[in-house]
């Protein structure tokens, strides 16, 4: 058991919030589009700030028959004309349903090669930009969420001005922390507001990070206490442990 998969998703304040509720609006712009359409819309953030959950989300509660990711990780080892073809699958598939989501998780993996040279492949990239301008066939409507932490990378690659919307997922500030805290309740009601105090700016998988740390108590003992709510983290131990992570 760990305090991340027991309660699922949590809100992190009115920034992700808006940046959820815009999103479905272009979920809704597509739905009530006539024709084709193609609505595309980029989610840039520092690394671990929750873009590849919102994505998901949106996906999810978007209702669409056809949802994919295109992501990094299931393409490993292929060469740069396969992860085309895949890429380009995706795309055809989505085309098959009347609406549609494609998510480009992680752009900057997807757009890394691994031969020598240069650091990027042209071909994957000149592949995206096509496919990010092509409008789908008649009566097909489909709506493409990338995500990346290198906004200025894909900025010097053009593939930030292939996107029509842009938004900027951030870390979570001091209030923002608190609210996750006192979802999660993990700690004592005097004890969130303190941690809280000590953690800004920080992106919500290193805050999860953070905690599961902080959750297997002083000896290692309280793996599961904690996240069965029979226990609450120690806050100076939760001192210690964020003194260990930012060192
Ligand atoms: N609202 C949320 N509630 C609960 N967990 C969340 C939420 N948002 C993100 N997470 C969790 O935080 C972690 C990081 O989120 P995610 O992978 O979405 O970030 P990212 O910005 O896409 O990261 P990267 O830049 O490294 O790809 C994941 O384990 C995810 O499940």
């Known amino acids: 058991a760990n305090i991340c998969r027991l309660n699922g998703m949590v809100s992190c304040g009115d920034r992700h919030k808006l940046i959820y509720e815009n999103a479905m609006l272009l979920v809704e712009l597509v739905k009530l ?3 084709s359409s193609l609505v595309t819309c980029l989610l840039e953030g520092p690394s671990g700030s929750g873009k590849t959950a919102l994505a998901a989300t ?3 509660d978007s209702g669409f028959p056809f949802v994919k990711f295109v992501s990094a990780e299931t393409m490993i080892g292929l060469d740069e004309q396969t992860k085309c073809a895949r890429i380009v699958k995706v795309f055809e ?5 009347s609406f549609s989501i494609v998510i480009l998780d992680d752009l ?3 757009l890394e090669c691994a031969a020598v040279g240069p650091q990027f492949s042209e071909l994957i990239s000149q592949t995206l930009l096509d496919l990010l301008k092509q409008r789908p066939p008649e009566g097909m409507k489909l709506l493409v969420i990338g995500t990346t932490s290198k906004v200025s990378f894909m900025r010097s690659v053009g593939v930030c001005s292939a996107f029509s919307f ?4 951030p870390a979570l500030k001091t209030d923002e922390v608190k609210e996750v805290l006192e979802q999660l309740n993990v700690f004592t009601e005097d004890d969130v507001h303190a941690a809280a105090e000590a953690l ?10 953070l905690l599961e740390m902080a959750a297997q108590g002083e000896r290692g003992g309280a793996a599961e206490a904690i996240p069965a709510g029979r226990e609450k983290i120690k806050i100076a131990h939760f001192y210690d442990c964020l003194q260990d992570i930012v060192h």
């Open 58 to 60: 949106v996906g999810i």
């Open 33 to 35: 589009s006539t024709g």
């Open 166 to 169: 842009t938004y900027h997922v």
């Open 93 to 97: 598939d989505a085309s098959k349903y």
């Open 200 to 209: 800004n700016d920080m992106p919500i998988k290193k805050l999860y990070m």
């Open 108 to 110: 900057e993996r997807l």
